[in-house]
């Protein structure tokens, strides 16, 4: 199972990995030992608030708090951004699915004289 940690979070929304995991069953979630009393917010979105707009505050974790975030709503690990009340904060996951591969964006066709690139 994929694992991996973002130990950078702070004020300004961002991915929680920017690695493509697709989620099969779950996508664990845990916040850092090391936080403190500080609080992360785990959403779908990158206009996601550390607890200043309802609307988009996502799910809140504190210090050793897990969630568990479903395939219906994360299709990918990559689909998580996290925002935090603090700098320098951490979350770790787990997620049970495996790592696309990278994508170039190149498609061949090798029956024809001709090359389909996509960009």
Same mark, same amino acid.
């Given at each position: ?34 936080? +403190?009393?500080? @609080?992360?917010?785990? $959403? ?5 608030? !550390?607890?200043?707009?309802? *609307?988009l505050n996502g799910y809140e974790l504190v210090t050793n708090q ?5 395939? +219906?709503?994360? @299709?990918?690990?990559? $689909? ?5 009340? !603090?700098?320098?904060?951490? *979350? ?28």
């Open positions: 199972m994929p694992t991996g940690s973002k130990s950078d979070i702070g004020a300004t929304a961002a991915r929680l990995t920017t690695r493509t995991v697709r989620n099969r069953s779950g996508i664990r979630i845990k916040a850092g030992s090391g936080n +403190s009393t500080n @609080k992360v917010y785990i $959403d779908e979105t990158p206009y996601l608030t !550390a607890g200043t707009n309802d *609307a897990e969630i568990v975030l479903p395939p +219906s709503r994360f @299709k990918a690990v990559s $689909d998580v951004w996290v925002i935090g009340s !603090a700098s320098s904060l951490a *979350a770790f996951w787990i997620c049970d699915g495996e790592e696309d591969e990278m994508d170039l964006g190149f498609e061949f066709d090798f029956n024809s004289q001709y090359f389909l690139v996509i960009f």
